[in-house]
């Protein structure tokens, strides 16, 4: 009498491990395919900053060009490309909102995808067009007298993806928050945005203003940020600005991520 003796299997006990940057690469072409089959907006999206920086840009170079001296431009150039990131990852919260409303969100959700991936895919989908962006206006402003270093453009480009990713993880978790009641988002993201803004000396210098807003800097993330792209893009990777940026992109990101995948985890429940 023989014995059949069948091939032995090993089982897994535990799923396969998900790796997250696979899962981010599956969100972010996900979120990319709308904007690819929308070219147009994508288009404008990249114009817009040549319209600030025509309009804007001789009334900055006008009135304090004596104190910039050639250099206004390299000065000013970093600012629009911080206020495209900042403008671009603050409001990304909005196609949250819409899915709420289609029930995608519901649906990746549902999906074994890790919930921080859900958050730094979108987010770094909205670099993509930033980062295109940034190109167009170095590619037009290096004529106009602005000195491009690449090294320090690269590094500067890779220091705003990481505070893109944070600050677009906030605004997942503010769209979260008030997805009942999505005219908030609006509210909230307005009455922060522009303080920010005005407090980081993106669009004036604030060694001239008054002392308490020279104070309501030191406290604003942002204008570490600001300090740290115009050094990197001057070329000045070495400068304690740049460090203090990095610092300051960090716990942007960490903060953001943390807020975002709580917010996300309970929203699931």
Known sequence: ??????????????GPQRNLLRDIRIVMTRELKPVLRDPFSLLFGMIQPLVFL??????????????FGAGVWQWFVPSILVMTTLFGTSTTGANLLFEFQTGAHERMLVTPLSRSSLLIGRAL????????????????????????????????LALLAVFGVGL???SYALAIAVRKQDW??????????????????????????????????????LSYLVDA????????????AVLWGLVAAIVTAVLGLTVGIRTMLRSAD
């Open 54 to 67: 025509a309009l804007f840009g001789p009334l900055l170079s006008g009135s304090m060009g004596a104190e």
């Open 229 to 240: 792209e115009r050094a990197l893009f001057s070329g000045d990777v070495a400068s304690s």
């Open 184 to 221: 908030m988002f609006w509210v909230v993201q307005q009455t922060f945005l522009f303080p920010l803004m005005i407090l980081s000396g993106m669009l004036l210098p604030l060694e001239s203003g008054p002392g308490w807003m020279r104070v309501a800097a030191n406290f604003n993330p």
């Open 168 to 170: 677009g993880s906030f």
């Open 125 to 156: 989908k909205e670099m993509v067009p930033l980062f295109g962006q940034a190109v167009i206006v170095i590619a037009v402003m290096t004529p106009f007298a602005f000195d491009l270093h690449v090294g320090g453009a690269l590094v500067g």
């Open 1 to 14: 009498m023989t014995t059949l003796t069948l091939p032995t299997t090993t089982v897994a006990t535990a």
